[in-house]
């Protein structure tokens, strides 16, 4: 395997906290324009997850945006646990996609909390709540062989 | 207006995890009953232990703060007599890591000279803290 690839965490911050005020709007704007918010949420988090973390409109914005007026990052960090986490982030989002499209409009509201605490909390303390779980989940599955 | 209601249960409860981590991240617990106490073999931990003390990282590939623990670590093994660290990918332990019961990378287990288990923490802890823990962990053993 080639060199695990890097990420500038700043980049990782400032991802969040984009992805904090849309999930924030997602909850208090009106249908159906919260609903189309969080479908732009959950593709962002699918091209985070699935593709690249450099090719999501957020890391794209913070690379031709905000990158060119603070300099180079002082180090750089292993991209596999925020891409996990983007992971963690489709599926709750997707999941709150689905129950609003489905008029469950309490489990929607709940599955936004859910994914707005964890990129507030990364954006805020620099915490990633979707890499926490990673150790937890790896203990109910058998070693690898 | 339920969307705000969300929205502030969300702050509150995001501000409540942000203190909670941040008081438990590096906190070695107080050492358990003896007769709980985990033993660790040089065979458990793939080296030989440290004359006075070990320090055992656990980490996973999803973990942000597992190299700045380490880091951390190697420095402390470096510049402290008879102490060295060991760090231990959890996905290739997992029994190891169901027994002890770690939940989160990194975790970091103090050993003493004999391979008790002394005290641990998880979260990336501040040199003092390990530093504490160390001094119990040799001091148990005069």
Wanted: glycine share 8%; hydrophobic share 50%.
């Amino acid at each position: 395997m080639s060199q695990p690839a890097q990420v500038d965490p700043r980049g990782l911050r400032v991802n969040a906290g984009i992805t904090a005020v849309v999930l924030a709007l997602v909850l208090i704007t009106p249908e159906p324009l919260n609903v189309v918010l969080l479908a732009v949420q959950v593709a962002v988090f699918a091209v985070s997850a699935l593709v690249n973390l450099q090719a999501s409109p957020y890391a794209v914005f913070f690379a031709k945006v905000v990158r060119p007026r603070i300099g180079r990052p002082a180090e750089l960090e292993d991209a596999r646990p925020p891409r996990f986490a983007q992971l963690v982030g489709l599926g709750f989002t997707a999941a709150a996609l689905i129950a609003f499209l489905a008029g469950a409009t309490t489990v929607g509201y709940v599955a936004t909390v859910f994914a707005l605490v964890a990129a507030l909390l990364n954006a805020s303390v620099g915490l990633c709540l979707g890499c926490e779980l990673y150790l937890v989940l790896r203990r109910f599955t058998p070693a690898r062989a | 207006m339920a969307g705000i209601v969300a929205l502030l249960a969300a702050l509150v409860l995001t501000g409540f995890a942000a203190w909670a981590v941040k008081a438990k991240n590096g906190r070695f617990k107080d050492r358990p009953p003896h007769s709980d106490a985990e033993i660790l073999t040089a065979t458990d931990i793939g080296a030989e232990l440290g004359e006075r003390a070990t320090l055992v990282q656990f980490s996973s590939a999803f973990c942000s703060p597992c190299r700045a623990t380490r880091v951390l670590l190697t420095d402390i093994a470096a510049k402290v007599d008879g102490v060295t660290t060991v760090d231990i990918d959890a996905e290739e332990h997992l029994d190891m890591v169901r027994r002890l019961g770690i939940l989160r990378t990194p975790t970091v287990l103090v050993l003493d000279g004999a391979g008790t288990v002394s005290t641990r923490a998880s979260g990336l802890p501040r040199r003092e803290q390990v530093l504490a823990a160390l001094g119990q962990a040799v001091g148990e053993r005069r």
